[in-house]
C-alpha cells in the first residue's frame, strides 16, 4: 500500500481508522489474551483491508478493572501484551505497511495500583502526594458521608472512603482515582507521555474522556441535586462550561497546551477528543489550536430513519465546519452494542434490557441486522470526514448479546450489582479460522467465550467469497480512495421519502433506502451496493454508490 500520509500532514482529515482492542484482537502467545505481537501478524489484514490506521485501545500495565482503561504506568506495555520491543516493531511493521499508529490516552484517572496513588494512600490527608488526586473530607459529623452527590458512571456514589476518614474521587470504578488537574505535576507528567509515545514514532491519540479533565473544586464543592444521575446526565442543568466537572471551559488550556507538543513534531500528530457533549461544545475541542478532531456521537446514536440521520450529518458536518476540523463518523467501538444488531432495534429499546434478556426481546432477524449493517457502512463510508472502523465490523458481527452471567468481565456489571449487563458482547475476540479452539484468536480458549455462529463470520471464511462482508469492505476502501475528494456533500432535492441521496465534490453519489419499499435506481453507473436490488431500483436497507 502507498503510504499517502507520510507526504500529506493531514491525512486524519478523511482517513479510515480501524479500532483495536488488543486483548480481543489476536492471541500470539496462547494464553487466552489478545496481545502486541498478536497485532503484529494480523497487520496485513489491515493494510489489505484498505484502512489508514489502526488506534490501539490501552495496552499499558493495567489489572483490568476496566479493560485496561484504568492505567498503572502510561509508558510501557502491560506483560501479558508484550514490552515496549514488542510495541516498538508492531509499529514499525505498521509504518511499512503505510499504516499510521494511534494510541488511547487516558488522562482523567489512573489506576489505583499507580505510583502516585499508592504513595498518596500512604502519605496521609494534606500530603503533596494526595495533592495529585481528588482528596476530600467527608460530610456529616464523623465525615461519614460523601463529599458530595456525584454519581459514578459505572454506578454508585462517585466517591470512596480511605482507612484515615478521607475520600477520593472516582468518576469511573473505585480502582480509577481521578487525578487533579489544577496540579502543574500531573500536567507535567502527561507532556513527558504525549512526548514519549510521539518519539516512538506514534502518529496520533485518541483522548479518554476528554472533556472530564478539569473540575471545580473550590469550596464549597457543589452538589450536582441528582443523586440518581451520573454527571453527564446534568449537563443540562448547568449553563455551558460550568458543570463541577464535565465540558468545563478551563479544560481547553490544556489542550493548547498540548497542541504546542504535538506541533512540534514533522509531521504534527494528530489527536482526538471523546467528548460526550453536545455539537456546539464538541466543536471547541476540534479546533485546530486544540486537539484538531472529536468523535461524533451523535451519528452512532441515530436511528435508521433518513430523516433523522440527515439532520445528524448536516448539524455535524456544519459543527466540523465551524471548528476548522473535519467530520468523524463511527457506527460501532468498545462501549457500545455492535451496530449489525443495534440497528435493528425497534426505536426506543432499552439496550440494557435487550442485553439481560439475552438477546431475545426482541429477537434480531441475524440476515437483517447484517444487510442494514452493510448499507450503513457504506453510507458512513462515503461521508467527508473520518471513519472510525471498530475490529470485527468488517466481518459483520452481531453482539453476543447471551454471554452467560458468570462470564462478564465488565465492572458495570458488579458495580451496578448485576442490574446492567456490560459491554462483554461486543468484547468477545475476533474468529479469523472456521475451526479451532477460539477460531484461530489463538491457540486455546479465549477469555471470553465466542458462540459457534463466529465461525460463519471468520476472515477464513469470508476472504475471497464474493459478496462476503469482508469482500465489501475491502471493495469500498479500495473506491473510497480513488473517489475521495473534498470535505462537503451537496444533498438531492428530489430524493424520495425515506431515501438519503448526496452527491461528493467530484460526482461521486450515494443512495441509501432508509425505507421499508424498493425506490428507483438513479441514472448512473453503478459502482458499488450493499446488498443485490431487483433491477433498475434500490430494496430497503441497501445503499448504492453512483459514479
Not at 442543568?237 to 512540534?264: C, K, M, N, Q
Request: a negative charge; charged letters at 25%.
Amino acid at each position: 500500500m502507498t503510504d499517502l500520509s507520510s507526504r500529506n500532514p493531514d491525512w486524519w482529515r478523511q482517513a479510515v481508522v480501524y479500532q483495536v482492542y488488543p486483548r480481543s484482537f489476536a492471541d500470539a502467545d496462547g494464553d487466552g489474551f489478545g496481545d502486541i505481537r498478536g497485532v503484529t501478524e494480523r497487520l496485513t489484514h489491515l493494510a489489505g483491508l484498505g484502512v489508514d490506521a489502526l488506534w490501539l485501545s490501552p495496552f499499558y500495565p493495567s489489572e483490568l478493572a476496566d479493560g485496561g482503561y484504568d492505567v498503572a504506568d502510561y509508558r510501557d506495555v502491560d506483560p501479558r501484551l508484550g514490552s515496549l520491543a514488542d510495541f516498538d516493531a508492531m509499529a514499525a511493521e505498521a509504518h511499512r505497511l503505510g499504516l499510521k499508529v494511534i494510541v488511547d490516552l487516558v488522562p482523567n484517572h489512573t489506576s489505583h495500583l499507580h505510583p502516585w496513588f499508592q504513595e498518596a494512600l500512604a502519605a496521609g490527608p494534606g500530603s503533596p502526594a494526595r495533592a495529585r488526586y481528588v482528596f476530600h473530607d467527608g460530610r456529616g459529623a464523623h465525615g461519614e458521608l460523601p463529599p458530595t452527590d456525584w454519581q459514578s458512571v459505572f454506578g454508585g456514589s462517585a466517591w470512596r472512603r480511605v482507612p484515615d476518614g478521607q475520600w477520593y474521587l472516582h468518576l469511573f470504578t473505585p480502582e480509577q482515582p481521578d487525578l487533579n488537574w489544577d496540579h502543574e505535576e500531573v500536567r507535567e507528567d502527561f507532556r513527558t507521555t504525549l512526548r514519549f509515545w510521539s518519539d516512538r514514532g506514534v502518529d496520533g491519540f485518541r483522548v479518554d474522556v476528554a472533556h472530564a479533565l478539569a473540575k471545580d473544586l473550590a469550596e464549597p464543592l457543589r452538589d450536582l441535586g441528582a443523586p440518581d444521575l451520573s454527571g453527564e446526565a446534568t449537563l443540562d442543568r448547568f449553563p455551558p462550561g460550568t458543570h463541577p466537572f464535565y465540558d468545563r471551559d478551563e479544560v481547553h488550556a490544556i489542550y493548547r497546551d498540548w497542541r504546542r507538543i504535538l506541533d512540534s513534531y514533522t509531521p504534527p500528530r494528530m489527536a482526538v477528543a471523546e467528548a460526550w457533549v453536545p455539537g456546539a461544545r464538541r466543536a471547541l475541542y476540534a479546533r485546530p489550536d486544540e486537539l484538531g478532531q472529536a468523535f461524533n456521537f451523535e451519528y452512532l446514536q441515530a436511528g435508521w430513519d433518513a430523516d433523522e440521520l440527515r439532520e445528524v450529518i448536516t448539524g455535524s458536518l456544519t459543527t466540523a465546519r465551524t471548528a476548522g476540523a473535519s467530520a468523524t463518523w463511527v457506527l460501532s467501538n468498545h462501549d457500545v452494542v455492535r451496530h449489525a444488531s443495534r440497528l435493528m432495534l425497534p426505536p426506543g429499546t432499552d439496550d440494557n434490557a435487550w442485553l439481560l434478556s439475552g438477546g431475545h426481546a426482541p429477537g434480531i432477524d441475524p440476515v437483517a441486522g447484517l444487510r442494514r449493517a452493510r448499507a450503513a457502512t457504506l453510507l458512513m463510508l462515503a461521508l467527508p470526514g473520518s471513519s472510525y472502523v471498530y475490529q470485527g465490523e468488517e466481518l459483520g458481527l452481531p453482539e453476543v448479546a447471551d454471554l452467560p452471567f458468570e462470564v462478564l468481565q465488565d465492572p458495570v456489571w458488579e458495580q451496578t450489582g448485576h442490574v446492567r449487563k456490560g459491554r462483554d458482547g461486543c468484547r468477545v475476540p475476533l474468529p479469523w479460522t472456521r475451526t479451532g479452539p477460539s477460531y484461530g484468536f489463538g491457540a486455546g480458549a479465549a477469555w471470553l467465550p465466542q458462540p459457534e455462529s463466529f465461525a460463519g463470520y471468520a476472515v477464513e471464511a469470508q476472504d475471497g467469497a464474493e459478496g462476503s462482508t469482508l469482500e465489501l469492505y475491502r471493495a469500498a476502501l479500495k473506491l473510497r480512495r480513488k473517489l475521495l475528494a473534498g470535505e462537503s456533500l451537496t444533498w438531492a432535492g428530489d430524493a424520495p421519502a425515506g431515501v438519503l441521496d448526496f452527491v461528493r465534490a467530484d460526482g461521486w453519489r450515494c443512495v441509501t433506502n432508509v425505507s421499508g419499499a424498493a425506490v428507483p435506481l438513479p441514472a448512473g453507473e453503478v459502482l458499488l451496493s450493499s446488498g443485490p436490488s431487483a433491477a433498475g431500483s434500490i430494496d430497503p436497507d441497501t445503499t448504492v454508490w453512483l459514479g
